[in-house]
């Protein structure tokens, strides 16, 4: 029976029932230690009448064991992992130990953990109980709350019991009893209790009912009636370790002992019998632990009474007695299945340095690795480090350590390891590897220019014993350039690496690309766009071919920027399926940041909100927070452009924060969408503000220019006031920079074209170039930039009072802006063709514009053949969740079919 929790219970029966109605949810409860979690979480299990239930209690023991919860909580559904995605199977039974180890992106276990959890439910809605959720190992509560923020209509209860309340989800704060029920408490455990001594009772314990019923278990029936005045004072106050105290120090020294090998292993009775021999204890001393009720021995397994009473017998016990302690379970733990829990225990029994154990434990952290339990495996290195002698390991498992708590998503830890990190000690590819992992970090953190050195020496190490690792590694040294806007050394990079004769076709082109865009940033278009017209030629550059996903995003990137956005596409649409397929999230957000620029600018900006709402789910529920950041930024920038305002403006103020958060000082992203916001909503001044705070015209010549929006937008604001350009474009009207970029740039050709047309006064040489830009435009799959052409060529028509070309000029304008779902500049345009005194005005295309970002991702996925399971995989949703997401879209479009749906998106895309 539970007192005083009335309005909890309440609370978890309604959760309960909407599982049962198929609606999922979580429910966190909060407290200190013996506050009630646990027998809340017992009372909801009791409840869960025709659900399925799962409930898991983590044992402290167990948190330097990865995956051990995950373990534990899946097993009844062990066999259904062979019916997830291939990627996603493997990665889950090497992480249960069911099958190899096999490396990569840590998510892939997280992704399986969803699968198998919604499709166990599929056959019955089901409860998870997770109590002592503080105490269960990082790799697996990272699995847990990564598929509990992705749950929806599956009807998956799940309640996790914690002293530290994760964000995002419903949390009740357990307190102390009141009187009234304390009183029913202590009277339940040891009789009755007068009013007054309850009062005083929860005076000093905070009603906690843990500290209840052990203070009252410490008063006679005199106390507890008031006849006796109670003892001042008292022997326990709240629940902390101490209040197990006086319990412990009646137990005997050998019986003590026992209990801390329990408490410091799995608590299984053999492993503590053994160890307890290693220490010379007799048999009794483990068979007779239970007799004190601190522990109770069922199943061959002993059971604390309390988390707290474990953590007290620890707490007493000397640093000289744990070592002791851990040493004998080290000896006892001889079978090779106990590997890792020997080599754990070895490395905490041990002060000072010891080559030996600093070999075992690194050779544990690298099974960790390849287990993807980072987490684990970075805290191992490091502690190899501290036990190693040699001076190589040393420097080895310090890269190692930062490397694998990058991997883990623990980006502060990492930097601190870096700093730390030396490749003093480290030879050949070892120091070339180190040199890269460090740039790496370096790089995210925002160190570009130490990560370009970093880069760089690692790409010179390899040089001449890996060619192809060499160009790998030297063009993430230029990445790491472009970061730090340093365009000079990124063109020299580029350039080394394209003629370092690597037998990949697309490393090269790739190079060529980067080269290219280097160049032209410096203001040589003539050699830019030679090179960067040799890219686009390579054919396995566009395909991908030989593209780490790393490399493939960036080369989509700069084909983006270069005004390639369909060729960027080829890149990207099957990179983003395959990371899918792959469950790769750490690489995912990013590629599919890029995916939603290439889709603006090719003015398919339903996907772009898609993708750029995905990127920003997927940053936040992985815990990355430059994706997190650069998702919530990029969101801004696609609802500027769909004409969001305050959509636009809540994005670019949370990435703002983010980035605060992030300790990031560019706001380049933020300050291009509020640019493109202001424009389309015709605050020209305050745009303006914005483009000087993105620094483009100061960074950039006039032919990398050409392809970015906002600098067409700034030369019509200035054409239009009768105002000088700014230099950079005022630059681009030479005319030997048409000769230059003709032929290997023609985004920037269909820019300078617009450009020049903006500027002219000679109405019939506008007439041309405008036509230029559009045809230029629409070759290179630019239609934003095309169909705001038409929209500046009739507004010119129009004020030249030409109001029969303006009219065609404008309609085919707000016909194209309209279907793209750029609401605000539609909206231009038909005020300008309804100043011409146009007739029958076009009506509004009837748009996806009410879908939420997971509809529109649904919608994206089953028009374009996907069925909902297939979907469902490649969202990490479950299957009834795209369901529900599929009735809305038909409903709120007004469709009937998934054949409607496909006609419906492939016309918007035309």
Same mark, same amino acid.
């Given at each position: ?91 889950? =039974? ?257 002060? &000072? ?38 001076? &190589? ?100 990079? *580029? ?34 766009? =030679? ?5 686009? $030629? ?78 920003? =789910? ?12 650069? &998702? ?30 992030? $300790? ?65 474009? *005022? ?19 269909? $820019? ?41 060529? &009739? ?116």
């Amino acid at each position: 029976m539970l007192w005083g929790r009335k309005a909890e219970c309440e609370r978890l029966g309604r959760l309960l029932d909407d599982a049962r109605r198929l609606r999922s949810g979580v429910l966190v409860l909060c407290g200190e230690p013996g506050v009630g979690k646990t027998a809340l979480v017992d009372h909801a299990v009791a409840a869960a009448t025709g659900l399925q239930v799962r409930q898991i209690r983590a044992p402290e023991t167990e948190r330097e064991l990865p995956f051990a919860g995950l373990s534990a909580l899946l097993r009844p559904w062990e066999s259904g992992i062979d019916r997830l995605p291939p990627v996603q199977a493997a990665a889950l =039974r090497g992480a249960l130990a069911l099958g190899p180890a096999v490396g990569g992106d840590r998510f892939a276990v997280a992704a399986a953990t969803l699968g198998l959890l919604t499709a166990a439910a599929e056959r019955q809605p089901m409860l998870l109980a997770l109590d002592d959720f503080h105490r269960m190992d990082d790799a697996s509560a990272e699995a847990v709350l990564f598929a509990a923020r992705r749950l929806d209509r599956e009807g998956i209860a799940v309640i996790i019991g914690t002293r530290v309340a994760p964000p995002q989800w419903e949390t009740l704060e357990l307190r102390g009893l009141d009187a009234a029920a304390a009183t029913d408490l202590v009277a339940a455990h040891q009789g009755p209790v007068a009013a007054e001594v309850a009062e005083r009772l929860v005076r000093d314990t905070g009603g906690n009912p843990l500290a209840l019923i052990e203070l009252a278990r410490l008063l006679d029936a005199e106390h507890l009636a008031g006849t006796a005045a109670l003892p001042l004072p008292l022997p326990v106050g709240r629940a902390t370790t101490a209040l197990f105290a006086p319990r412990l120090s009646a137990v005997g020294a050998e019986r003590r002992t026992a209990l801390l090998l329990a408490a410091l292993t799995d608590t299984d009775v053999d492993t503590v019998t053994d160890a307890a021999r290693e220490l010379g204890l007799p048999a009794e001393a483990v068979t007779d632990l239970d007799d004190d009720g601190l522990v109770t021995i069922e199943a061959r397994r002993i059971v604390f009474a309390h988390p707290l009473v474990r953590s007290a017998v620890v707490e007493v016990a000397t640093p000289a007695q744990q070592r002791a302690a851990h040493r004998a379970l080290a000896r006892a733990l001889t079978g090779p299945e106990h590997t890792d829990r020997r080599a754990w225990h070895l490395s905490a029994s041990v002060v &000072g340095r010891d080559e030996e154990v600093a070999a075992e434990l690194e050779r544990m952290a690298d099974r960790m690795r390849d287990k993807r339990a980072y987490q684990v495996a970075s805290q191992s290195y490091e502690r190899a480090a501290e036990l190693a002698a040699d001076r &190589g390991r040393y420097a080895r498992c310090r890269f190692q350590a930062a490397a694998a708590a990058w991997f883990a998503g623990q980006f502060h830890r990492a930097h601190d390891l870096v700093a730390e990190a030396t490749v003093d000690g480290l030879d050949g590819d070892w120091a070339a590897e180190a040199q890269y992992v460090l740039g790496g970090i370096e790089l995210f953190l925002g160190h570009p220019r130490r990560a370009l050195r970093r880069l760089a020496d690692s790409a010179a190490r390899y040089r001449t014993t890996a060619v192809e690792v060499a160009v790998q590694r030297q063009l993430d040294a230029v990445l790491a350039a472009y970061v730090g806007n340093d365009f000079d050394a990124a063109a020299e990079l *580029a350039v080394a690496a394209a003629g370092w004769g690597s037998a990949n076709r697309a490393m090269t082109g790739l190079a060529r690309l980067l080269a290219g865009v280097s160049v032209l940033a410096r203001g040589d278009p003539l050699r830019g766009a =030679r090179l960067i017209g040799e890219a686009v $030629g390579t054919e396995e550059l566009l395909r991908g071919q030989g593209l780490g996903g790393q490399h493939a995003v960036h080369a989509a990137h700069e084909l983006v920027r270069a005004g390639y956005p369909m060729a960027a596409k080829r890149i990207l649409d099957p990179l983003v399926e395959g990371l899918r397929a792959d469950a790769e999230l750490g690489m995912l957000p990013y590629a599919l940041h890029i995916a939603a620029v290439a889709e603006v600018r090719s003015g398919q900006l339903s996907a772009a909100y898609a993708a750029a709402s995905e990127s920003t =789910r997927l940053g936040r529920e992985t815990g990355n927070p430059l994706w997190h950041y650069r &998702g919530m930024a990029v969101l801004a920038y696609v609802q500027a452009n769909r004409g969001e305002e305050a959509d636009c403006r809540h994005s670019a103020a949370e990435a703002r924060r983010l980035g605060e958060q992030l $300790g990031t000082t560019s706001a380049r992203y933020i300050d291009e969408a509020l640019a493109a916001l202001e424009f389309a909503l015709g605050h020209t001044a305050t745009a303006l503000r914005h483009v000087a705070d993105v620094g483009y015209f100061g960074m950039c010549s006039s032919a990398l220019l050409l392809t970015w929006p906002g600098a067409m937008d700034v030369a019509e604001a200035h054409a239009r006031g009768g105002h000088r350009l700014p230099h950079a474009l *005022a630059a681009a009207l030479e005319r030997t920079l048409a000769e230059d970029i003709a032929s290997g740039l023609p985004g920037q050709a269909a $820019g300078l074209a617009r450009l020049r047309a903006l500027t002219t006064p000679d109405g019939d040489e506008a007439e041309e170039l405008f036509e230029r830009a559009v045809t230029g435009y629409t070759q290179v799959g630019l239609r934003l930039e095309a169909a705001r052409t038409q929209l500046s060529w &009739g507004q010119r028509l129009r004020r030249q009072g030409r109001l029969s070309a303006a009219r065609a000029r404008l309609r085919a304008a707000h016909t194209g802006l309209d279907a793209m779902g750029a609401r605000l500049w539609a909206g231009r345009a038909l005020a300008e063709l309804r100043a011409t005194g146009a007739k029958h005005l076009p009506p509004a295309a009837q748009q996806a514009q009410a879908l939420t970002p997971q509809e529109m991702q649904v919608a994206l996925a089953v028009s374009s053949g996907a069925t909902n399971r297939e979907a469902a995989a490649a969202l990490f949703l479950s299957t009834k969740t795209v369901e529900m997401h599929l009735t809305h879209v038909y409903r709120k479009l007004g469709l009937r079919s998934r054949t409607e749906l496909a006609r419906r998106f492939a016309d918007e895309h035309d």
